[in-house]
């Protein structure tokens, strides 16, 4: 992550209503049980930095990138929450991925909702499947010269996703799911394609990135695009594979 110490938040967008910030990959949104080590998220950081209470209205994984947003009263938050609910804010995603995936496809697999303490896993809590669907279309692909496992080069696809649904963790155990987990996924990936990145391209982060949100504003109904550019592990990347001009 970024040193949010020195760096401030880059701000994408901001109006009374409602604020959009890029977030930094490795940076939380709000306090979590789960990372009680964590001192820095992304509410508090921007909050001081702006001088102003800030509502979280969704979230995106510690480890992803990209477009967050806030709203500035309580009253726009339950107005944006009610739209990520509803399904009525499209959101795009970008990725690199293990192999060579299809074109395009729709990923229609249900999800058991993930258990969020270990109390509630002792207690032999469980939690019914949902449905879940993702689309995505390929933007690139790219071959190296390294062995992999038992294959003696190491294919990746690029690709722009959509989610349909708002499952946790949805992105990342669809991919793997269907055998093409994210690079950089620590928990639903594959550990010999996440050491190639480590040790071939100092690449130590998940590489999903959140570039693009779009909504109806929730006071003046006004259609918004918002868009995250891609931070410098992505940009050198693409530069490598000779992705430029893929997105």
């Not at 395009?104 to 993930?114: A, C, G, V």
């Not at 207690?123 to 993702?134: D, F, M, N, R, S």
């Amino acid at each position: 992550m970024d040193n949010t110490d020195t760096n401030p938040l880059e701000i994408l967008y901001q109006d009374e209503d409602m604020i959009a910030i890029n977030k930094p990959s490795g940076l939380l949104v709000h306090k979590s049980h789960i990372d009680k080590h964590e001192t820095q998220f992304a509410l508090q950081l921007l909050r001081d930095q702006i001088g102003q209470y800030v509502h979280p209205v969704h979230r995106l994984d510690k480890p992803t990138s990209g477009v967050l947003l806030f709203a500035l009263s309580a009253e726009v938050a339950q107005m944006l929450s009610l739209l990520f609910r509803n399904s009525e804010v499209q959101k795009e995603y970008i990725a690199i991925v293990r192999g060579y995936t299809d074109d395009e496809r729709l990923i229609d697999h249900p999800l058991k909702q993930m258990l969020d303490t270990k109390e509630q896993k002792k207690l032999g809590i469980t939690k019914e499947a949902q449905e879940a669907q993702t689309e995505y279309i390929r933007l690139g692909t790219v071959e190296l010269p390294y062995a992999v496992s038992r294959y003696p080069v190491a294919r990746y696809s690029l690709l722009k996703l959509r989610p349909k649904t708002g499952r946790k963790h949805q992105l990342r155990r669809h991919m793997k799911h269907i055998l093409h987990p994210i690079v950089g996924d620590t928990k639903h990936g594959r550990g010999e394609h996440n050491k190639l990145y480590r040790e071939k391209f100092e690449c130590h982060r998940l590489l999903l990135h959140a570039n693009r949100l779009e909504f109806n504003h929730p006071i003046s109904n006004k259609k918004m695009v918002i868009e995250a550019p891609l931070d410098d592990m992505f940009k050198k990347l693409f530069k490598i594979f000779s992705w430029e001009e893929m997105v």
